[in-house]
Antibody, heavy 122, light 106 residues
């Protein structure tokens, strides 16, 4: 059974940093691209970032480009999101999602974690 | 940027058919995927590649895609189908998700 467990969320002040983690199990992690998708309170889904199986290809939403960095450690079956210069509008539930192939672009999101909440507020 | 347009809400009586649309320029030439999200839960894939159903998704859920509109159809709607539904399409750097449609079962 595929399991994705996010962690690292919390309350952080504007301008500060936070690092999210996603622990994956139940599948061969380094065969698949992975993504971060977020959902602001009461709002819709927003794709944040995707990373290919070997980290060779990465994509970001315009809203986070230059501030967020996605990475993965295939030896640890883990996905990360380093979030810098956080803003109030980054407040959201952040989901880790598994792709269906080694490439992050053009896929659908086959499995989702339960999310970790990030609140940016002074 | 590529814009996906969904109606904010759709209402349907139990046992009837619900149709949720996703509009986009020439969306019929792209692959459309659909997700169901119930309150307090993570999204669940219900349709991929326009009309394919993942294992475990009831046959009542179906999809179509042509021209400028993709449609998620839910037949014989049940109370448990009440949820938010999102379409998803990749097009360059645009956000791949539509704005979502809240399905209310009357």
């Amino acid at each position: 059974e595929v399991q994705l467990v996010e962690s690292g969320g919390g309350l952080v002040q504007p301008g500060r940093s936070l690092r999210l983690s996603c622990a994956a199990s139940g599948f061969t992690f380094d065969d698949y691209a992975m993504h971060w998708v977020r959902q602001a309170p009461g709002k819709g889904l927003e794709w944040v970032s995707g990373i290919s199986w070997n980290s060779g290809s990465i994509g970001y939403a315009d809203s986070v480009k230059g501030r967020f960095t996605i990475s993965r450690d295939n030896a640890k079956n883990s996905l990360y999101l380093q979030m810098n210069s956080l803003r109030a509008e980054d407040t959201a539930l952040y989901y880790c999602a598994k792709g269906i192939s080694s490439s992050w672009y053009g896929e659908y999101f086959q499995h989702w974690g339960q999310g970790t909440l990030v609140t940016v507020s002074s | 940027s590529y814009v996906l347009t969904q109606p904010p809400s759709v209402s349907v009586a139990p046992g009837k058919t619900a149709r949720i649309t996703c509009g986009g320029n020439n969306i019929g030439s792209k692959s459309v995927h659909w997700y169901q999200q119930k309150p307090g839960q993570a999204p669940v894939l219900v349709i991929y590649y326009d009309s394919d159903r993942p294992s475990g998704i009831p046959e009542r859920f179906s999809g179509s895609n042509s021209g400028n509109t993709a449609t998620l159809t839910i037949s014989r709607v049940e109370a448990g189908d009440e949820a938010d539904y999102y379409c998803q399409v990749w097009d360059s750097s645009s956000d791949p998700f539509g704005g979502g449609t809240k399905l209310t079962v009357l």
